[in-house]
């Protein structure tokens, strides 16, 4: 850890022994940490093509940019590589079995919830669905030109099934069909809130 280790080790000293599901927050933390040295990385790179292009910079595009960027990283961190700290560590694991993928809807999320705590249901339920609200909303922001609901949820649909190949042949997660569908929905409603957020700015100039 390069950035966060003396925050993980004060959280782990402190708090390892009161919080139930300190796993997760450790999770959050690695993928944290991983999520700013890439970001750098990536920032750095888009300033040097930027440069050698002479695109004009325009701040409140860039901190889109740079919001969406952070996002995405974070996303991917938590759910593909979050076993991964370098490129050169990753593993794939071809010959996995394909009746480990859940083909079924709704069936493993509702056994959750006979589960000793709720807490992986609510994870599972609305966290799949608030982790990609921003993928929705971000889309649209990012660019001047208008994309309709069903690409936004075509791109939803395809970057949600993307991370459960990838989880599948990465062994980083079990990939799931309800991941898929609350995914989904997510950006959906994220399109929905965009725009919404656009219907009243415009109202607001008229």
């Avoid at 249901?121 to 929705?136: A, D, Q, S, V």
């Avoid at 990012?142 to 062994?171: D, H, N, P, W």
């Amino acid at each position: 850890m390069i950035f966060l280790g003396p925050l993980y080790q004060f959280i782990k000293v402190h708090l390892q022994t009161r919080i139930n599901h300190f796993p997760l927050i450790e999770l959050i933390i690695y993928s944290l940490d991983k999520t700013i040295l890439y970001l750098l990385i990536i920032l750095g790179l888009r300033f040097i093509w930027l440069s050698i292009r002479h695109k004009k910079l325009t701040l409140k595009h860039e901190l889109k940019v740079f919001g969406f960027t952070f996002y995405l990283l974070m996303l991917l961190f938590l759910t593909v590589f979050r076993d991964f700290y370098y490129p050169w560590q990753i593993k794939l694991h071809l010959h996995r079995s394909l009746s480990r993928i859940n083909l079924i809807p709704i069936v493993e999320t509702m056994k959750l919830t006979r589960g000793l705590s709720k807490l992986d249901f609510f994870y599972n339920f609305f966290g799949n669905i608030l982790w990609f609200i921003p993928f929705g909303f971000g889309c649209q922001a990012l660019t001047e030109k208008s994309r309709s609901f069903f690409k936004i949820t075509m791109m939803g649909l395809a970057l949600s099934v993307s991370i459960e190949v990838m989880q599948f042949f990465l062994y980083t997660g079990v990939s799931d069909i309800d991941d898929v569908i609350f995914n989904t929905v997510g950006a959906m409603i994220g399109y929905g809130l965009y725009s919404a957020f656009s219907y009243k700015n415009k109202k607001e100039v008229v």
